[in-house]
């Protein structure tokens, strides 16, 4: 099993969750994140002022999956998730030793 952590732009969501839809997957957890990278930061115009911002609003999902549908969900993420831009996002794969569903007491692969 697997734990893939996509973070994404947040005008690119919609188009990211539709494709992963049109994939089988089913459920992820999705959290509201900022960070520093090589865009330096974000501007914002506000009543002509210039406000910028140190850091970069994202979203990150976290997919935990069988290792054999890896591939084609990073590629999926990939493909919909990209502007060309920087600032598009990173994806990074984790290993999953165990996994437990607490309502049905279901292990490792039928947990997910």
Sequence with gaps: MKKIEAIIRTTKFDAVRDALASIGVRFFS?????????????????????????????????????TDKVDQIMSTIEQAGRTGAVGDGKIFVYDIEKALRI?????DKDAI
Excluded: N
Aim: glycine fraction near 14%; aromatic fraction near 8%.
């Design 103 to 107: 309502r049905t007491g279901e292990r």
């Design 30 to 66: 999705l959290k509201e994140v900022r960070g520093y990278g090589l865009q330096k930061g974000e501007t914002h115009m506000y009543r002509g002022a210039d406000l910028g911002a140190d850091y970069i609003s994202r979203l990150q999902m976290d997919i935990v999956t069988t």
